[in-house]
């Protein structure tokens, strides 16, 4: 799956402009920058406040010139990245069961933080390329947060697989700031710089460790969810009930294909949906009702935000689940919460 480049004016989340001064340098001056962009350079940071990617390149690149350890700036901020900070896309991570998942979700989710930064997973032999896609004039300010982008991505694969992370290589487009053996301290492996690509090597082996499922709260909400939808329909398991539980399992990944339900039930597709059309149901009418199961019972029962919601049941945007809520009971969702 790959969402494409970006041919216009990006937005980047504010987010990474606060984490971009947390770390400068001691005694680098850093307000005048932030106040730049139109910023509290005291907060509160919202992760859904957005800054344009020119000024943020800008900014980057006029921080870096001050600090005079500017070259393993981007390194330390990509590093210092906790995946509680991203919000959604970090809960998107997290309840994936294998690094592979991750990688896949953050194809979708990428967009939530940024416009610009899109990621495409490309198998090879071995493994595969987890690539950062992203147009634009290849400044100063766009490489930094290209490195910066590519060491976040290491250090939230290694807190979140039960594997312990080393990529096999690290690819930049463009040419090193520095001494190439820093940019290997930093990441373990050997870095290629004026290279085709801005990409981590990720071997199989990682790519298939499962995750740690560091989001308890999330992986015990759908287990009580799916133990009470068995429960609920005790040994007489329909189809439909069926496919809609396996739905449920796959949502926070996207609305599952009817084949790859097809498959986990042991049959074709074109058996699942004759025999789905026989019981009057379309697999799309299956995977609308499990939807709205399974969002309505993450607003009553949880307090995940609309948009971690709108995620969870398979949207890539909230305003996409507010319209099919709506649909589907009448009401928005924050007007089904509060009722």
């Not at 850093?30 to 106040?35: A, K, P, S, Y």
């Not at 900014?59 to 900070?85: C, H, K, V, W, Y």
């Not at 390329?129 to 290209?146: A, F, I, P, T, V």
């Amino acid at each position: 799956m790959r969402w494409g480049y970006v041919t216009h004016m990006g937005q980047i989340t504010s987010l990474y402009v606060y984490r971009v001064v947390s770390e400068a340098s001691p005694g680098v001056e850093t307000r005048d920058l932030v106040e730049g962009l139109g910023l509290n350079p005291d907060g509160p940071i919202d992760p859904s406040q957005m800054v344009s990617s020119p000024d943020y390149y800008r900014f980057f690149a006029d921080l870096e010139a001050r600090d005079p350890d500017g070259l393993n700036l981007p390194l330390r901020i990509g590093a210092s990245m906790q995946t509680d900070e991203y919000g959604a896309f970090g809960l998107a991570w997290k309840s994936a069961p294998d690094l592979r998942g991750s990688y896949n979700r953050a194809e979708r989710y990428a967009r939530v933080l940024s416009s610009v930064e899109v990621y495409e997973l490309e198998p090879t032999d071995g493994g595969a390329y987890y690539k950062l896609l992203k147009e634009g004039d290849g400044s100063r300010g766009m490489q930094l947060s290209n490195e910066a982008s590519l060491s976040a991505v290491t250090e939230i694969s290694d807190q979140i697989s039960t594997a312990e992370f080393t990529p096999d290589a690290i690819f930049f487009k463009h040419a090193p700031r520095g001494p190439v053996e820093a940019y290997e301290a930093h990441f373990g492996c050997p870095v290629h710089f004026e290279d085709e690509r801005d990409a981590l090597l990720v071997s199989e082996a990682l790519l298939s460790a499962p995750n740690k499922l560091g989001d308890a709260t999330i992986a015990q909400f759908f287990d009580r969810h799916l133990e009470q939808e068995l429960a609920a329909i005790a040994d007489s398991v329909s189809l439909d009930q069926r496919v809609r539980i396996a739905v449920t399992k796959a949502l926070s990944e996207g609305v599952p294909p009817v084949s790859d339900i097809a498959s986990s039930l042991g049959m074709s597709a074109r058996t699942l949906q004759r025999r789905l059309s026989d019981q009057g149901y379309s697999f799309q009418v299956v995977v609308d009702l499990a939807r709205k199961d399974l969002a309505q019972k993450l607003l009553t029962e949880t307090d995940y935000s609309l948009a971690e919601i709108a995620f969870l049941t398979g949207f890539s945007e909230q305003s996409g689940f507010t319209r099919a809520f709506k649909r589907w009971a009448g009401q928005t969702p924050r007007s089904y919460r509060l009722g």
